[in-house]
């Protein structure tokens, strides 16, 4: 509607009715700013800007629940219950009996998953040595004693795929895996690592991709859920078509020879509370993936995704995205140019950064 009206009227009055909607809107933003109320009836009324997300938080509460019965490859809820076991398992001092409140529907979401064909085997592994070690040092009480002879029924055994060890339960501090890079090192990465924009005219091969999303996904996330996804183009047209439709990309998306649009996923919540962890957890992987980019030769630009309507409606057509699945951001993929210019973009220092409370 808004490029139908903007070729009808004359450009000077195009921008003089923007600029005189744009005074109205912060005029009435000002007076409903003032209480909660007002607020929603300001978004709701006259600014639509967060009407996508009220349906995507929905839709992902939605499909959190259809999840429970149609199980898939993941299951959310076994992720993040594991998780709560581990870190009681882990606590000082630990209590003798702790996850009463969940440990019921653990038990039965793991049976679900244990018989479900397809299921990821390393995550019924890491739940099975979890449940193991719970059920190893817990004190029984009636909800516990319950849940623990559901589990001794199951044929846990079955699950387990590998012979790793030590198995994938918590383990001490001093177990984990060194790394040899020191601080210099670690700082020239930093460093190293660039928002390139200029790209040789050289396939990117989907086996690095993954080699590099397998390091990324070592990034820490909300009670591990790993709310997130990676639509991946190798294809250079097509990832030259995608990385043109959002903003900040002009002059340069028809260079760009992979990209990865990543994914939040909403369904993995059933409360509107979480309903910003995607962008959270999406942040932090984004940036251990362009660093795991740059380890195996490659470069990337992070490409932001604003929160535009008519955007938003072209790349979830474009991928044919449900309602609950929502961009965080997208990232260029490919050899650098060795004569492609980086911008120096000067950072603020720690000094600048670091607000101390008291």
Known sequence: MKALIKKIL???????LARTRAKVDLFLAKHCVKFRFTSSLFYFLINGQF???????LAGRIAYHEALEAI????????RNTHRLEKGLIMEPRKPSFAEAYIGETVDIFAKCLNQEGFNKEELDWASDVLSAYFEVV???????????????????????TTKSPPNSPYPSENRVKSS??????????????????????TVDISL?????????????????????????????????????????????????????????????????????????????????MLAFESLGLSTCPINWPDIESFEVKLTNRL????HKRPIMMVAVGYAKDTGGIPFSQKKSAKQLIKVVK
């Open 209 to 289: 991709i993954e080699q590099a999303i397998d390091m990324a996904a070592q990034a820490p996330s909300a009670c591990n859920r790993q709310p997130f996804e990676f639509y991946t183009c190798i294809e250079p047209s097509i990832a030259q078509e995608i990385a043109s439709i959002p903003m900040g990309t002009k002059g340069f998306s028809d260079n760009i020879q992979a990209l990865i649009v990543i994914m939040g996923d909403l369904s993995a919540y059933p409360f509107e509370r979480d309903r910003h962890v995607i962008y959270i957890d999406g942040g932090l992987v984004a940036m251990q993936l």
């Open 320 to 323: 044919n995205l449900p309602a």
């Open 72 to 79: 898939n490859a993941s299951h959310a809820l076994l992720r």
């Open 51 to 57: 009407r996508r997300e009220h349906q995507s938080v």
């Open 139 to 161: 004190t029984d009480t009636p909800v516990i004693k319950k849940a623990r002879a559901l589990f001794n029924a199951l044929p846990v055994s079955m699950s387990r795929t």
């Open 10 to 16: 004359p450009e000077t009055l195009f921008d003089a």
């Open 181 to 202: 890079i020191s601080e210099e090192d670690l700082h020239a990465l930093f460093k190293q690592r660039r928002s390139t924009r200029w790209y040789q005219d050289k």
